[in-house]
């Protein structure tokens, strides 16, 4: 009889393993290409057929549906708000999540019908970028999407023609090697206060490294004549706080969002950087899984990028220094405060919604767009780790924002590269106002 029931234990045990094995092997099928195999050999993910799908979270029924769709039909969430969810589902379980959510009676839109087909048109023919390349001794356009190179090129050029004002400093080195190149705007008067921006931390979001260089252009292109509250701040910009990421996406995996560190133990790779900071590390919206895109790391701040912003913030800070920190992600049109880790509300939670107000007023009086302000946490969903609930926890930089840039979904992270000016004007006409809330308060 025991023999029996060790038997059964043993079967019963090997039956798991198989089952959480193939469950598995599903669900880190787009993590395949992660594994550790030359660059050169690997392929492009393609995204034929694939569609995004929006769906209503506002009863138990459709979050649970929406937890099928990741586990049973190999979807993958691009954004979660408080009521509803974005998700992309492969053409090969096209079919079924359809049935399966018509048996359910749930409705959803279909925003993207062929992603692969939007991925091929994102950026202008190649023939075309060339043209506008290098006319101005740089090889940026804003009329494309460029490569890490170029960027960095284009701030490497903005120091070398503007020496008294633009200073290019490397705050840290990536797990592939890449240089984490810092800009400085500064007039150089030493009673100037600071604003922290960066761009680029999710790989995928190609729109933020985008309009972070057209901040940095507008700035310096139009120096003499901005006005005195902009003029009178040393400017620290982090176009592509992900490099290894970015590079990723544009060469392998259009979605990419981590970084590309290794993680021990596991085939999957990369970290996501904005769960990775360490104010309140590990809370909710995050995972322990390398596999997870939402990784929170092995330990708050164990990636080099996070760890030299870290280290760059915490050596400039003299007294309160930085008053603002600014990020950009996409999509979706909000603009974000803390916290994200907990729908807790900040002591000066009213300072922070007049001044994400004023900010939205002055990007929808610019190009006419709407951008929703409030709590992360309350606005879309809890999620810790966050670079911006760090800079404000932690750092007491109070004017800390995340921006989620263009669109409402149409394309998603897909957005063409001719939103790419307007996205920029929007985004300067952010950072303008903040400039302004910071002087003024
Ligand atoms: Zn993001």
């Not at 392998?252 to 999957?268: A, E, I, Q, T, V």
Request: include cysteine; charged fraction near 25%; glycine fraction near 8%.
């Amino acid at each position: 009889m025991l023999k029996y029931k060790i038997f059964s234990f043993i079967v019963f045990i090997v039956f798991c393993g198989k089952f959480a094995a193939s469950a598995g092997l599903q669900r880190d099928r787009r993590q395949e290409s992660a594994r550790d195999q030359d660059d050169e050999t690997r392929e492009p993910v393609k995204y034929d057929g694939a569609q995004l799908w929006r769906i209503p979270i506002s009863n138990e029924v459709e979050r649970n549906a929406v937890a099928e769709l990741e586990t049973k039909y190999d979807g993958l969430k691009w954004k979660t708000v408080e009521n509803r969810v974005d998700i992309m589902i492969d053409k090969s379980a096209r079919e079924s999540a359809r049935s399966y959510l018509q048996n359910s009676n749930i409705t959803y839109r279909i925003l993207i019908d062929d992603l692969q087909k939007l991925i091929e048109v994102e950026n202008p023919p190649k023939e075309e970028i060339e043209l506008l390349q290098n006319r101005k001794g740089h090889r940026l356009t804003w009329k494309a999407y460029h490569n890490f190179n170029d960027i960095v090129g284009y701030l490497d050029y903005l120091a070398k023609t503007y020496p008294d004002l633009c200073s290019v400093q490397t705050i840290g080195t990536t797990h592939e090697g890449r240089a984490l190149k810092l800009l400085k705007i500064s007039n150089g008067h030493p009673a100037n206060e600071a604003i922290w921006i960066d761009g680029g931390i999710h790989a995928r979001e190609w729109i933020s490294p985008a309009v972070t260089t057209y901040i940095i252009n507008h700035l310096v292109e139009n120096w003499e004549e901005l006005p005195s509250y902009l003029k009178n701040i040393d400017w620290h910009i982090l176009p592509v706080l992900n490099p290894d990421g970015y590079d990723y996406s544009q060469k392998f995996n259009r979605l990419w969002r981590k970084n590309r560190s290794r993680n021990p133990g596991s085939n999957c790779r990369g970290v996501d950087l904005n769960r990775n900071y360490g104010y309140m590390w590990g809370g909710e919206g995050t995972s322990s899984n390398p596999c997870s895109e939402v990784y929170r790391g092995k330990g708050a701040f164990s990636e080099p990028e996070t760890a030299a912003v870290q280290n760059f913030i915490t050596s400039q800070r003299k007294g309160d220094y930085f008053k603002a920190f600014l990020t950009f992600h996409s999509y979706g049109q909000y603009i974000l405060y803390p916290w994200g880790y907990s729908k807790a509300i900040t002591p000066d939670n009213n300072d922070m919604k007049l001044a994400g107000t004023q900010a939205a007023t002055a990007i929808r009086n610019g190009s006419g767009a709407t951008y929703q302000v409030g709590p992360a946490a309350i606005l879309l969903y809890p999620a810790a780790g966050g670079s911006d609930d760090w800079a404000k926890g932690t750092m007491g930089i109070k004017y800390s924002f995340t921006v989620e840039l263009r669109d409402t979904g149409r394309y998603g992270f897909i957005l063409p590269a001719s939103y790419i000016e307007q996205s920029g004007q929007e985004a300067f006409n952010f950072v303008d106002a903040m400039a302004r809330s910071v002087t003024i308060l």
